[in-house]
């Protein structure tokens, strides 16, 4: 089974459905986590710098020997290429 990850913010969700987002009908997002997206909409409008700050701090407490630097450098080379963010940068 792929791992899926939120295409905003990178949390894998794999199969918890109540990881997942909600669309304007109710329906599951099938991209978006329910921390991001909500609604049909994002809950939060924000760049992709803004959102790797918001992201460091989980990962560093999901993995303790991970510094700061590694985890920022990793999602600079990563979230470029999530729907959102590429979707922004067209
Ligand atoms: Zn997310």
Request: include cysteine; hydrophobic fraction near 30%; proline fraction near 4%.
């Amino acid at each position: 089974m792929e791992e899926r990850y939120c295409q905003s913010c990178g949390m894998p969700m794999g199969e918890t459905e109540e990881l997942y987002g909600t669309e304007a009908d109710g329906s599951r997002s099938s991209d978006y986590c329910s921390y991001c997206y909500q609604n049909g909409a994002f809950t939060s409008e924000c760049t992709m710098e803004e959102m790797i700050d918001v992201c460091i701090p989980p990962m560093l407490e999901a993995n303790s020997d991970m510094k700061e630097e590694t985890a920022r450098e990793m999602m600079q080379n990563w979230f470029p290429s999530l729907k959102r963010w590429n979707e922004q940068a067209l």
